[in-house]
T-cell receptor, first 114, second 115 residues
Framework: ETGVTQTPRHLVMGMTNKKSLKCEQH?????MYWYKQSAKKPLELMFV???????ENNSVPSRFSPECPNSSHLFLHLHTLQPEDSALYLC?????????????FGPGTRLTVT | DAKTTQPNSMESNEEEPVHLPCNHS???????IHWYRQLPSQGPEYVIH???SNVNNRMASLAIAEDRKSSTLILHRATLRDAAVYYC????????????????FGQGTILTVHP
């Protein structure tokens, strides 16, 4: 596999469920990101990790819990979500956080909270 | 943070050039101009970026105004595969700043390409 992969591609969960989204990058990058794309709203940055350390939490509710065990993997653990959390969740990676480095995005996980 | 303004939508015919404008009148000297696009049902993909000079790559050209308050993404021959939302984004290069390197997406321009 090449690039940035995300699993699952689609997820339906109830408000009391616990689930996890997985992202893997095969590019040797050091920075990884979670973004949220809600219907008719711009992409919003949620979390940033640099060399496995979280460097940004964009005021994200605690029901979203990221984990970065190594530079190639990024998880987003979900629990007690609300229907308004239904969105496309996109993972991205880059060589570093410098604006000279482009970000590579995965295809996203389409999440529906019922 | 400096913001960008783009038309909501544009249309083009296949094999014709497309000029996608972006206004960024409050751009600072340390902001890079980046363009990304998002095809239907996909994550965004990088297109091109520049600072002051015009840039060319295999996907597109970026023309930057002399005062840097506007830029234009040029697709030289549009194809149906170029139909996407195009985002013009300013990325701060001031190391240590709170917005350093951030990709802040706006609404973008929806490009429709007609056969």
């Amino acid at each position: 596999e090449t690039g940035v992969t995300q699993t699952p591609r689609h997820l339906v969960m109830g408000m009391t469920n616990k689930k996890s989204l997985k992202c893997e990058q095969h590019l040797g990058h050091n920075a990884m990101y979670w973004y949220k794309q809600s219907a008719k709203k711009p992409l919003e940055l949620m979390f940033v990790y640099n060399f496995k350390e979280q460097t940004e939490n964009n005021s994200v509710p605690s029901r979203f819990s990221p984990e970065c065990p190594n530079s190639s993997h990024l998880f987003l653990h979900l629990h007690t979500l609300q229907p308004e959390d239904s969105a496309l969740y996109l993972c991205a990676s880059s060589q570093g956080s410098s604006p000279l480095y482009e970000q590579y995005f995965g295809p996203g996980t389409r999440l529906t909270v019922t | 943070d400096a913001k960008t303004t783009q038309p909501n939508s544009m249309e083009s015919n296949e094999e014709e050039p497309v000029h996608l404008p972006c206004n960024h009148s409050t751009i600072s000297g340390t902001d890079y101009i980046h363009w990304y696009r998002q095809l239907p049902s996909q994550g965004p993909e990088y297109v091109i970026h520049g600072l002051t000079s015009n840039v060319n790559n295999r996907m597109a050209s970026l023309a930057i105004a002399e005062d840097r308050k506007s830029s234009t993404l040029i697709l030289h021959r549009a194809t149906l595969r170029d139909a996407a939302v195009y985002y013009c984004i300013l990325r701060d290069s001031r190391a240590g700043g709170t917005s350093y390197g951030k990709l802040t997406f706006g609404q973008g321009t929806i490009l429709t390409v007609h056969p």
